[in-house]
Structures are given as structure tokens and as C-alpha cells.
């Protein structure tokens, strides 16, 4: 089965650039979307195929893909951004192949 | 607004069932994807099942195939989850989320209901 990978932690002052990455194989060839989950909260949809913001998420979240890694940048870092953040693709070689990145730990210094 | 409320969910013995529901409302409910997620705790989102916007097709994760069913009523605007045979590794939160309609991601999620299985 297709894994995602992601490092378990990323530490940033605010103000300053954060970003994530999510390794797989080819995953350049997918769309892969990225969610933000609080404690106690449902995930949040941040960045969907690729680099598109949905409605309602600012500017300074975006996103990448090329070869084995994608990655999620935060710009501009704030407190209120302090979540779990895990990235997702489809994986069209099986139905039911709806895969999430092992999630990293985004910590406001 | 969109919204997803998960219900159903509670302690219960190892072997035994449970039923969850997912009441939607502020969309048309019917032409819309629906998935399972489940995450345990303090782990990551992993994902369980789909149901297609018809009913007419079915697909799960590997570990909750043959003792987890997906359903759905489009009439009442509800997505289900029957759980049989129930292991200490089902103890997760369960999230139903919606499928976005041109793509493979989820833009709106319930707020989960937990399940803990145990004797």
C-alpha cells in the first residue's frame, strides 16, 4: 500500500517560515491536500490538490508537489497556528487506497 | 452551512456492535461522496471507508473489511456505520467527512464521536 511519510515535529518562532514535508513515492503524479487538526478538534481542510486555498484559509498557508515530496509552508507564522497537520492523496492504483501522511506536529516557539 | 453531527458512539465489549449515524444537513446530500475516518488515540487520521453519493458502491480499509458495513439514507439526510465484531483496535475517534466534489479531499468534517471498545 502507498505510504506517506512526514517528520513527527516542526519547531518555528513566530513570524517565520514553517514548512512540512510529505514524502512518497512519485507523489508528484497525485493530488495531495493537506488538513490542520487542533486538540479536541475535527481536521480543517488548509491546502487542496496541490496548492489551491479553500475559501476562508488565508494566504499565507500554500503548497507544493514535485517528485517524492510535497510540502506545506506556513508563512508568516502565528500562535493560533500551533496543530497537528497531516497531508492525504488518493492513491488510484486501488479503490480503496485514501491515504494520510503520519501527521507533524507544528510548534509555535 | 454545511454541517456533519456523528452519533452513536460509546463503550462496548470486545465482540460486540454498534451502529454510528452522521446526520448532514445545509447541502444536497445526495450528490455528495461520504467517508469514515477514524483516529485513535493520540495517533493519526486513518481511513476507513466510502460510500458513493447512490449507495450503489462500497469500498473499506482492509482491517474493517467484512465487519464494518457503510450505508446510507439520501430520504433522511444520513450516513451510517455498522460496526460488528468489534476489536480493542477499533477504539478511535470517528469523524464522517464529505468528499469534495471535484476532487479527492474532504472540506467538511463532523466533530466524531468515540468509540471505545473494551471489557
Known amino acids: 500500500s502507498y505510504v506517506l511519510t512526514q517528520p513527527p515535529s516542526v519547531s518555528v518562532a513566530p513570524g517565520q517560515t514553517a514548512r512540512i514535508t510529505c514524502g512518497g513515492n512519485n507523489i508528484g503524479s497525485k493530488s495531495v491536500h493537506w488538513y490542520q487538526q487542533k486538540p479536541g478538534q475535527a481536521p480543517v481542510l488548509v491546502v487542496y490538490?496541490?496548492?489551491d486555498r479553500p475559501s476562508g484559509i488565508p494566504e499565507r498557508f500554500s503548497g507544493s508537489n514535485s517528485g517524492n515530496t510535497a510540502t506545506l509552508t506556513i508563512s508568516r507564522v502565528e500562535a493560533g497556528d500551533e496543530a497537528d497537520y497531516y497531508c492525504q492523496v488518493w492513491d488510484s492504483s486501488s479503490d480503496h487506497n485514501y491515504v494520510f501522511g503520519t501527521g507533524t506536529k507544528v510548534t509555535v516557539l | 452551512e454545511v454541517q456533519l453531527v456523528e452519533s452513536g458512539g460509546g463503550l462496548v465489549q470486545p465482540g460486540g456492535s454498534l451502529r454510528l449515524s452522521c446526520a448532514a444537513s445545509?447541502?444536497?446530500?445526495?450528490?455528495?461522496?461520504m467517508h469514515w475516518v477514524r483516529q485513535a488515540p493520540g495517533k493519526g487520521l486513518v481511513w476507513v471507508s466510502r460510500i458513493n453519493s447512490d449507495g450503489s458502491s462500497t469500498s473499506y480499509a482492509d482491517s474493517v473489511k467484512g465487519r464494518f458495513t457503510i450505508s446510507r439514507d439520501n430520504a433522511k439526510n444520513t450516513l451510517y456505520l455498522q460496526m460488528n465484531s468489534l476489536r480493542a483496535e477499533d477504539t478511535a475517534v470517528y469523524y464522517c467527512?464529505?468528499?469534495?466534489?471535484?476532487?479527492?479531499?474532504?472540506?467538511?468534517w463532523g466533530q466524531g464521536t468515540l468509540v471505545t471498545v473494551s471489557s
Open positions: 467527512a464529505r468528499r469534495c466534489s471535484s476532487t479527492s479531499c474532504y472540506d467538511y
Open positions: 490538490d496541490d496548492s
Open positions: 445545509g447541502f444536497t446530500f445526495s450528490s455528495y461522496w
